[in-house]
């Protein structure tokens, strides 16, 4: 990626976050970047290849933050777990990026994702998921399902940790307290 690339990225970032996909013009990210319209739409055919790049680059950086910082255990619960406190503290440091992502997987957008993209993104925690059956950990429901109590989980704490400002300590805390009652749930 060059520089231009990346000022246009963080430019749109910003801007879809705050105006939202629909309220925010390719001419405004074009001007707040420094660059054409051309320039812009030589790197992105289209507004909705934009959007989408962007959520893919940044699903792409939280699964590796994930992957960094839950590699060291072996234990599917402390795995779960891990992967689970790596996706929060990935999203307070980096507040609009996770806004991001929320905001376009509620948007029609996700509709515009392949299977292969989306399958992607997934099969990881999927197949963690389903290991966590195969040993008698997780109750033996629809992978899926399990999958998405997780994630609204981890959203839903998001959002409450953001709005109590919470301190580092009590950051710790409160994942910790909610990880053992989400796993009091799928077990």
Request: glycine share 4%.
């Amino acid at each position: 990626m060059d520089k231009r690339e990346i000022i246009i990225i963080e430019t749109a970032l910003n801007l879809f976050v705050e105006n939202g996909f629909h309220g925010t013009a390719t001419s405004k990210i074009a001007q707040q970047s420094n660059v054409a319209n051309g320039t812009l739409f030589n790197l992105f055919k289209t507004k909705d290849e934009l959007v989408i790049s962007i959520y893919i680059a940044l699903k792409d950086e939280l699964a590796n933050y994930i992957t960094n910082n839950s590699e060291d255990y072996t234990e599917t619960k402390d795995i779960i777990k891990a992967q689970i406190s790596a996706s929060l503290f990935w999203g307070l440091d980096n507040n609009i990026k996770f806004r991001y992502i929320q905001q376009f997987q509620n948007s029609p957008y996700i509709k515009f994702l392949n299977q292969d993209t989306i399958n992607e993104q997934v099969n990881k925690h999927l197949q963690l998921i389903q290991k966590g059956i195969d040993e008698g950990l997780i109750k033996p429901l629809p992978i899926d399902f399990i999958f998405s109590l997780i994630s609204s989980q981890t959203f839903g704490l998001y959002q409450y940790m953001i709005s109590k400002r919470l301190s580092k300590k009590e950051q710790h805390e409160t994942i910790q307290m909610t990880f053992e009652m989400l796993w009091k749930m799928i077990t």
